[in-house]
């Protein structure tokens, strides 16, 4: 419980999914609403209710809201955008270059999730609005989603058994693991953030 309202009162919420993670499974209503914890309004964008559930999902499966979290191979931050990647979105967006430049992608949560959420949005365009190749794109790069549409076919229009078939063939695992697990961080993100929803299709996450 320390570690729940240590990360609540310092707003470094990835305490709180460690925290909840570790929870007995019978502390249900801790594992709910810290292991899934709801950003500061302020450091999210204006976005549809479904990008923002979306944007909760990855963020949880990226950096469990570790909001200076770098990985190995360079990425920063909450979205854990390479440098590369957010200066390109950066200059899409017309936003001058920070005083503390890449720093700012861990100093700046809400810049961190400015950049992250422009660029899961240009997967969404890419895609028309398919969340499982957004968020593979935004793990793998669109090029290999380009790739294994030609290869393994485009589930889109044919259904939801064809969008979990096509999810089972990714052929890289770490892309196929993190799909699945933001599509399971999403559901339950749609249901936090809207509790009288009683069911939600499984179509509703493609």
């Given at each position: 419980?320390m ?80 440098p ?20 700012a ?45 030609k ?45 009288e ?10």
């Open positions: 419980m570690l729940v309202e240590m990360g609540k009162d310092t707003q470094q919420y990835h305490y709180n999914v460690f925290a909840a993670k570790k929870i007995l499974s019978g502390a249900k209503s801790i594992l709910f609403e810290d292991g899934y914890p709801a950003l500061p309004k302020t450091w999210m964008p204006r976005r549809s209710a479904r990008d923002i559930t979306l944007t909760h999902a990855l963020i949880r499966q990226e950096s469990n809201f570790e909001t200076t979290a770098k990985s190995p191979a360079g990425a920063l931050g909450l979205m854990q955008l390479m590369a990647t957010a200066g390109q979105t950066r200059v899409k967006l017309g936003i001058p270059r920070p005083a503390n430049g890449v720093d992608l861990l100093s700046d949560p809400a810049y961190n999730i400015m950049l992250g959420t422009t660029y899961l949005e240009q997967m969404l365009d890419r895609y028309n609005g398919s969340a499982v190749m957004a968020v593979a794109a935004y793990n793998a790069g669109p090029g290999r989603v380009d790739r294994w549409l290869e393994m076919g485009d589930p889109r229009s044919a259904g939801d058994e064809a969008m979990i078939d096509w999810i089972e063939m990714i052929p890289i695992y770490e892309t196929r693991n993190y799909v699945q697990r933001v599509l399971e961080n999403q559901f339950v993100y749609m249901y936090r953030f809207a509790p929803t009683q069911f939600v299709r499984l179509s509703s996450l493609f």
